[in-house]
Structure formats: structure tokens, C-alpha cells
């Protein structure tokens, strides 16, 4: 069964760090492409930032460019989202998710449980 | 980047109903599109892909069709653990995008 199971979420002040980290499980990680999806309070889906399989790739919304990095440790079968100067406007749900093939823009199948982010003073 | 307008924004429908749930792409995104279900604090669960894929695990109830620019999610008979929200997605380009969502809720 694959099993995604995101941590590293919490309260952080404005211009603060966070990272985020996603352990994998049931599945071949290192054939598959990886993505982060957030969802803000009562708000809807956003997707954040995506990597390729072998790591070579990476591609990050507009509204966090500059600011997030993802990034991969194939030997641990981990997935992880460096956040740096967060604003309040990244508060949000943040979800792991697996992509079905190694590469390319896809679907989202399955999701992690999510981790909270809060960024407030 | 592709904007998808979902509608209506609430589908207020009685059990055993058929639900036709609507997402329009501001261009084509071929036949790239998939579905989502969320319920309340869970993550979203994939139901379609590529227009008419059903995910694994997912019944027969749910179906998808559209092209280009229209698509359409429909259930066919709605069972009570259908009241949810629906959200479609685009894969044709980066970003991916998500649409605005539909609650599908009990009459």
C-alpha cells in the first residue's frame, strides 16, 4: 500500500523558515515524480511545486518561486519542501502527493495527510 | 496559465440522484483533466483522469466526459458518501491548476 506521510509543519512568524519532509512507502519512489499541493483555511487546491523522479527537474507556482525549494533523497525515499521569507498568505494545509509517472505535468494519486503550516506573529 | 471554472458551486441533490458536475477550461487542455473528491478534513482522493479514467477503487457510479474546453463529472446515483466536494485539474501545461471546487450537498 502506498503510504504518504508528511511532517516538519507548525506555527512560524513572517519571514521565517520551515521545512517540510514526506516519507514514502509501498511504492518504487525513485520512478516517480513528486509534487506539493496546499490548501489555505477554507479555501481551495493550489499546487506548489513539482520534481521529477531523478531529481533533475523541479518546477514551482509563481506566487512561491524564488522562495521554496523541493527536493529529493532517493536512498530515503523522502520528499522535501524548503520554505524560506514565508508570508501569512502561505498559511495552508500542505499535501504530498505522488505523481503517476516519472516526469511531465499529471495527476495527483494519493495524497499525503497533510501538514499544517501556519505563518503568523 | 490555465484557469478552470467549476459550476454550479453547490449541487443540492437528494440521495439516489444523478449529479452532473460541470469544469471549463479558459483553453483546451485536450482531454488532460481529472477529478478529485474531498471530504472534510481529509486529503483529496483521485476519481478520474484523463476525462473518463476511473482511479483504482473507484465504482462504476462515477464517470467522466468532455474535451478541449468542457467537461462533465457525473454520478450517476448518489450515495450518502458522496456529499463532498469536487475539485477538477488540468495536466496540459505547468502550472497545473485547479479548479474552484463544487460541494455536492444533501438535499
Known amino acids: 500500500e502506498v503510504q504518504l506521510v508528511e511532517s516538519g509543519g507548525g506555527l512560524v512568524q513572517p519571514g521565517g523558515s520551515l521545512r517540510l519532509s514526506c516519507a514514502a512507502s509501498?511504492?518504487?519512489?525513485?520512478?516517480?515524480?513528486m509534487s506539493w499541493v496546499r490548501q489555505g483555511p477554507g479555501k481551495g487546491l493550489e499546487w506548489v511545486s513539482g520534481?521529477?523522479?531523478?531529481?533533475?527537474?523541479?518546477y514551482y507556482a509563481d506566487s512561491v518561486k524564488g522562495r521554496f525549494t523541493i527536493s529529493r533523497d532517493n536512498s530515503k525515499n523522502t520528499l522535501h519542501l524548503q520554505m524560506n521569507s514565508l508570508r501569512a498568505e502561505d498559511t495552508a494545509v500542505y499535501y504530498c502527493?505522488?505523481?503517476?509517472?516519472?516526469?511531465?505535468?499529471?495527476?495527483?494519486?494519493?495524497w499525503g495527510q497533510g501538514t499544517l503550516v501556519t505563518v503568523s506573529s | 496559465e490555465i484557469v478552470l471554472t467549476q459550476s454550479p458551486a453547490t449541487l443540492s441533490l437528494s440521495p439516489g440522484e444523478r449529479a452532473t458536475l460541470s469544469c471549463r477550461a479558459s483553453q483546451s487542455v485536450s482531454s488532460y483533466l481529472a477529478w478529485y473528491q474531498q471530504k472534510p478534513g481529509q486529503a483529496p482522493r483521485l476519481l478520474i483522469y484523463?476525462?473518463?479514467n476511473r482511479a483504482t477503487g473507484i465504482p462504476a457510479r462515477f464517470s467522466g466526459s468532455g474535451s478541449g474546453t468542457d467537461f462533465t463529472l457525473t454520478i450517476s446515483s448518489l450515495e450518502p458518501e458522496d456529499f463532498a466536494l469536487y475539485y477538477c485539474q488540468h495536466r496540459r501545461n505547468w502550472p497545473p491548476t485547479f479548479g474552484g471546487g463544487t460541494k455536492v450537498e444533501i438535499k
Open positions: 484523463d476525462t473518463s
Open positions: 509501498g511504492f518504487s519512489f525513485t520512478n516517480y515524480a
Open positions: 502527493a505522488k505523481n503517476p509517472y516519472g516526469s511531465g505535468s499529471q495527476w495527483f494519486d494519493p
Open positions: 520534481i521529477s523522479d531523478s531529481g533533475g527537474t523541479s
